[in-house]
């Protein structure tokens, strides 16, 4: 009998490992790391949790949707950015492995790209 994988658990601000694809067009694809941004009430009770992607190419020059991350910083091994744009519902399933945790500070920043980038509020 095949091991029964384990659920993860995620609380807000952690950083993931995620199983993206399959993605169609332009979402972001492969497994790499992502932000926890769905709050904990709803990461205990929902099958689901909402992520940021992150990746380790960028340009020197950031969008306000965007977010540099240094690295240890959050378990990463590469500086890195969060990408607010690339936000994306995903079954807990798709959680292969937590590697560490944003500051504060930098949950934050995050905090103002996300409301950039959902037009909550105006540049």
Do not use: C, H
Not at 52 to 70: C, G, H, N, Q
Not at 80 to 95: A, M
Request: net charge positive.
């Amino acid at each position: 009998m095949a091991a029964k994988q384990k659920i993860a658990r995620p609380l807000r601000g952690e950083v993931y490992f995620v199983a993206f694809d399959p993605t169609p067009g332009a979402e972001i694809r492969k497994t790499r790391p992502a932000l926890i941004l769905q709050n904990d009430i709803a990461n205990r009770s929902s099958p689901i949790t909402i992520v940021a992607a992150i990746t380790s190419k960028f340009d020197e020059e950031l969008y306000p949707t965007e977010v540099l991350v240094r690295a240890p910083e959050g378990g990463l091994d590469a500086d890195s950015v969060v990408l607010l744009n690339q936000i994306r519902s995903v079954d807990r399933w798709r959680l292969t492995r937590r590697v560490g945790r944003l500051m504060p500070e930098t949950m934050r920043l995050v905090d103002r790209a996300l409301v950039l980038s959902l037009g909550l509020i105006e540049l």
